[in-house]
């Protein structure tokens, strides 16, 4: 009975985990833009959208800016990174084709509460003078543990019209 009990709980906890995450998902019309977030990371905030990874490692944020191109829109994304961290540091910005929404990312590191983090931010067009930023950041390393749903959020990705 013992064995039979063992094997029920065993097959349960295979076909839980073979079962896909479930996903919360998002439409912006400001930003054009719609996405899914594994439903495991809780809302800290609604409006902007910030995300927090199950362990609190990962904080993703999501926000449309006003600007007159990229390159303003890029500049303008300081004021949104510093509400969140201090003392930034951009890398290279670099241009990227996510799901065939073309825009600018860039990584840095920064520091929250004088701890050491790392951030990647994309910026996509949105529409008349309004760019959708979201980025992410956490401790160095922390983007790894949480890379399949980091993934799966970029896949998703894509215009609402």
């Known amino acids: 009975m013992k064995n039979w009990i063992a094997c029920c709980f065993l097959l349960v906890f295979m076909l839980a985990a073979m079962m896909p ?7 912006n019309r400001d930003g054009n833009i719609q996405f899914d977030v594994a ?8 409006n902007p959208l910030v995300l927090s990874s199950p362990r609190g490692d990962i904080i993703l944020c999501f926000e449309v800016i006003k600007a007159e191109d990229t390159q303003s829109a890029l500049i303008g994304s300081e004021a949104s990174l510093l509400r969140y961290m201090q003392s930034i540091k951009k890398g290279e910005t670099r241009n990227v084709n996510i799901n065939g929404l073309e825009g600018v990312a860039v990584d840095g590191t920064a520091k929250v509460n004088e701890i050491p983090v790392v951030f990647t931010l994309s910026i996509v067009p949105a ?13 160095p390393g922390a983007a790894k543990n949480n890379i399949d749903d980091i993934n799966a959020f970029l896949k998703s990705i894509k215009r609402i019209r």
Request: glycine share 4%; aromatic share 24%; net charge positive.
């Open 21 to 27: 995450l479930q996903a919360a998902h998002y439409n």
């Open 39 to 46: 439903d495991t990371w809780p809302v800290m905030n609604a």
């Open 127 to 139: 529409q008349k003078k309004l760019y959708t930023l979201f980025f992410y950041y956490g401790a």
